[in-house]
């Protein structure tokens, strides 16, 4: 049986974990301060029940999560057919100073040990303030336009 959009078990699905692993950027939803809508990638790390971003302080998107802390984030594929994964909820942003420790897990996947090595020794000389974004997920989605398709093309619906 098919799980239903929505349904956080779809986290624990190969695909779902395969792109939770992967080093393609997430697609981070949310509202601006000004109410219009803005779309950013950005560097995450799954910790196994969050979905932790960071930005360095004093990005826009800092005071904008605060006021409007309901988000959409998508990871997928350029690949063809497409992998999707998508959660919604609302972000936690917490204010640390230095790198964020999920960022710097998120470095040594996106970058490599030895880089990310070289980039956190840098950015900790630095002791920049970094925002912790974590996302709970309350709704994820999957698609993979084989065994899962849109509702438009008569798949699941969410």
Same mark, same amino acid.
């Given at each position: 049986?098919?799980? &239903?959009?929505?349904?956080? *078990? ?14 393609? %950027?997430?697609?981070?939803?949310? =509202? ?25 302080? %004093? ?27 998508? =959660? ?9 100073? /230095?790198?964020?420790?999920? !960022? ?12 990310? *090595?070289? !980039? ?16 709970? &997920?309350?709704?994820?989605?999957? =698609? ?5 398709? %849109?509702?438009?093309?008569? /798949?699941?619906?969410?």
């Amino acid at each position: 049986m098919t799980l &239903p959009q929505g349904e956080l *078990a779809l986290l624990d699905t190969d695909l779902a974990r395969r792109l939770l692993a992967s080093a393609l %950027p997430a697609r981070l939803g949310y =509202l601006a301060v000004d109410g219009s809508p803005r779309v950013t990638p950005i560097w995450f790390h799954w910790t196994g029940n969050d979905l932790v971003m960071a930005t360095f302080v %004093p990005s826009p998107k800092v005071s904008a999560l605060e006021r409007h802390p309901t988000v959409a984030v998508s990871i997928d594929t350029a690949t063809f057919p497409p992998e999707v994964l998508q =959660l919604r909820g609302d972000v936690e942003v917490v204010v640390v100073d /230095g790198p964020v420790e999920e !960022y710097a897990a998120a470095a040594h996947r996106y970058l490599g040990d030895v880089e990310a *090595a070289h !980039y956190l020794d840098d950015l900790r000389s630095r002791r920049p303030r970094m925002a912790r974004i974590a996302l709970a &997920p309350a709704w994820v989605g999957t =698609l993979d336009f084989q065994d899962r398709l %849109p509702a438009a093309l008569g /798949g699941v619906t969410g």
